[in-house]
């Protein structure tokens, strides 16, 4: 790899991959989560995206935290951390979405090693004596890739996962940095990787590849609601949007819609941001104006309207169409056990119908870049 294909320099991308293996101890406080996660798109006749995957280790500040349901001990903010070993209990989950069904693999609680040099591990004792949960360190296959294993009862998975690092999103990318007196967040992004490896699914064995992307979030205030999108299209490109908003989903628990589309639909964003990305060194486009909007099917599950634009007259408007489900929740109990706090978020896999839109000088729909898919998250609560 030259400089000339490098989006920045080595040594910039080096200093934002070495970020992984920390969760910014200096920046904790009382509301702090963190938590590290890939969401695959294998590759097939129709593009990336059909079936999806999805990993993650997760962790939040308090003496006894409950995380899809099982209780496990919180995050110390004393916790002794010496040279670069930093040890906490996580929660490992994982699930497979086989494009018509979930399968939830992996809900494993451990006690899990930090490392500054390049590695994450938490892995739990079973009775039958196999370990399960995961682990990502660093690899040398690629510049700056990342190896990752899982293990579940009767299956897991291995695979590496790297960027091209021709551009912001398939580069390690410090998306915020904000540290404050009552509180921040730091998030390293990887919003476009290739992966490739050894899967043993409860639909079988399979070696897959496609894209993927990576998140370590170290979030230093409340956990708060917001609706994310992030799409990929046959030839790569990259459509994504993050709107967090207020209203009476701040204060509802549990996996209940309210009886009124309009009350589900009654949210006022506190920032809205989206972006268009074609694959291959080339500048995003940036949209500030965005909206995810839930309406009632027929279905278990709600349909989105996704629409965003900007002042350039760039536009991309689809109906999010969900062909899967599955949550991720985390209560703590507050006021010595009398109260709890309670977020969580929904995620759906769906298919883009009817899209339609305008990129620079190129039109945008189902003929002329294919088959869409995506990943949306729909979060509620709040979590002191």
């Not at 500030?288 to 350039?312: C, I, L, M, R, Y």
């Not at 709890?340 to 189902?366: A, C, P, V």
Request: hydrophobic content about 35%; overall charge negative.
């Amino acid at each position: 790899m030259t400089e000339k294909t490098i989006y920045k320099t080595m040594a910039e991308h080096q200093r934002v991959y070495d970020l992984i293996w920390s969760q910014m101890p200096q920046m904790q406080k009382r509301t702090s989560s963190s938590w590290w996660f890939f969401l695959l798109f294998p590759q097939d006749e129709e593009g990336y995206g059909r079936r999806q995957l999805m990993f993650s280790m997760a962790t939040r500040v308090g003496v006894r935290i409950r995380v899809n349901d099982v209780w496990m001990p919180g995050l110390d903010l004393q916790r002794p951390i010496e040279n670069g070993i930093d040890q906490f209990y996580a929660m490992n989950v994982g699930w497979y979405f086989d494009g018509a069904q979930i399968h939830k693999m992996l809900k494993q609680p451990a006690l899990t090693t930090l490392d500054a040099t390049g590695s994450i591990t938490s892995w739990g004792d079973q009775a039958d004596g196999e370990p399960y949960g995961g682990e990502i360190h660093a690899a040398t296959s690629h510049p700056l890739a990342l190896e990752s294993s899982w293990r579940w009862p009767g299956g897991g998975a291995n695979f590496a996962a790297w960027g091209e690092l021709f551009s912001l999103h398939t580069s390690p990318h410090e998306s915020l940095n904000i540290d404050t007196f009552l509180g921040g967040t730091h998030f390293v992004a990887w919003r476009q990787m290739q992966f490739k490896g050894e899967f043993d699914l409860p639909t079988g064995r399979e070696t897959l590849e496609g894209i993927g992307y990576f998140q370590r979030v170290c979030l230093n205030v409340p956990t708060f609601p917001w609706k994310w999108v992030w799409s990929v299209f046959p030839d790569g490109s990259m459509f994504s949007a993050y709107i967090p908003y207020v209203g009476r989903q701040l204060f509802r628990k549990g996996y209940t819609f309210f009886n009124s589309e309009k009350q589900e639909q009654r949210t006022l964003p506190v920032g809205q941001a989206g972006f268009w990305d074609w694959y291959g060194p080339s500048e995003q486009i940036l949209f500030d104006k965005a909206s995810v909007t839930p309406f009632f099917t027929e279905g278990p599950h709600p349909d989105f309207a996704v629409e965003v634009s900007n002042k350039q007259g760039d536009f991309l408007r689809f109906r999010a169409d969900v062909r899967g489900h599955t949550r991720f929740y985390i209560d703590r109990p507050v006021l010595g056990g009398r109260k709890e706090t309670h977020w969580s978020y929904n995620e759906y896999m769906f298919r883009m119908q009817e899209l339609d839109g305008r990129i620079g000088n190129k039109l945008i729909n189902k003929e002329t870049i294919g088959q869409g898919f995506g990943n949306l998250e729909y979060s509620w609560g709040l979590g002191l």
